[in-house]
């Protein structure tokens, strides 16, 4: 098994070496030419790919993510100190906001942070899609998926939610472009469906890009280590086809809500984008993608599984 280590934001700054080494990779192994099924056909020229779980699947990762195996995977990893722009959240708790634990697919425990937001099927989750599968990499997918909403160092209070569906853009998993995903989780022990227990953050699309966004992240930098969450605030300008805050948050915060509209009374936004990419190693800018017309074919699929 790997060293484990929570889900990274993935770098604008380094994506040319990425596609380098992942080109050497096909290179090597390049595949003989052949036709397309008419069901592969099919699929290709749908936008949105589904991850499905069995439920025996969506069982054992509850088994799998015991208080114990939690509390390891935040003290296994330290990326260093918590900057400047990011600040611990004291204000009122974001019920809808929680961790994402998976084991990726180096078979490492990890985790993201997701979102549970107005749905059709009450059971909808938005995150980013390198939370669900490796970019560019159709069979490298995460398994044994839970989220836990309102965590917060240790405590579930609404417990568990399995993942029973994670919707992606096929163009994610093919090209490794437009980072987002929904999710659709399994009702909680008390058979309550998610958002029915948790109440849910309203979600945009096609929204023009600006105002003040709040960026929430369970990071995994220290003191916090992923056991509380940390916000990040600032206005939202276009940058490299996606769009930046100023922030400072890393591993961990990956799939994190950006809420505009944000009110710290209510604790409720809107909405319209998660946190992707980070700018650098030592980062100053959060990248999150402008969600058009695929990311709202992503949710539709997802809320009406």
């Not at 030419?33 to 509850?62: M, N």
């Not at 938005?126 to 490796?134: E, N, Q």
């Not at 509380?228 to 948050?249: F, N, W, Y």
Request: glycine share 10%; proline share 6%.
């Amino acid at each position: 098994m790997t060293e484990t280590s929570p889900s990274a934001p993935r770098r604008p700054l380094g994506r040319v070496t990425a596609l380098a080494v992942a080109s050497m990779a096909l290179a090597l192994a390049a595949p003989v030419a052949v036709t397309a099924t008419a069901g592969e056909a099919r699929a290709a020229a749908d936008p949105v790919s589904v991850l499905k779980f069995t439920a025996k699947e969506r069982k054992d990762a509850l088994a799998y993510w015991t208080p114990a195996r939690i509390k390891a995977v935040g003290k296994s990893v330290d990326l260093g100190p918590t900057g400047p722009k990011a600040k611990p959240w004291r204000g009122t708790t974001l019920k809808a906001v929680g961790r994402l634990f998976f084991v990726n697919a180096n078979g490492a425990d990890t985790w993201c942070t997701a979102t549970a937001v107005k749905s059709a099927n009450r059971s909808a989750v938005m995150t980013a899609a390198h939370c669900v599968r490796r970019g560019s990499s159709p069979y490298n997918t995460n398994m044994s998926m839970v989220f836990v909403p309102a965590y917060e160092k240790g405590r579930m209070p609404y417990g568990a939610f399995a993942v029973r569906q994670a919707v992606t853009p096929r163009a994610w998993e093919t090209d490794s472009t437009n980072d987002m995903s929904a999710l659709v989780v399994d009702p909680g022990k008390n058979g309550k469906k998610l958002t029915d227990a948790v109440g849910a953050q309203a979600v945009a699309f096609n929204r023009p890009v600006g105002g003040t966004v709040s960026a929430f992240g369970y990071s995994a930098t220290r003191p916090q280590r992923g056991e509380s969450l940390l916000r990040c605030v600032g206005t939202a300008k276009k940058e490299h086809g996606t769009q930046a805050i100023p922030c400072d948050m890393s591993g961990g915060s990956s799939g994190g809500p950006w809420l505009a509209d944000f009110n710290a009374t209510t604790g409720k936004g809107v909405l319209v984008s998660v946190n992707s990419a980070l700018d650098n190693l030592t980062p100053t800018k959060m990248y999150g993608e402008i969600w058009k017309g695929t990311a709202k074919k992503v949710y539709d699929r997802a809320q009406h599984a």
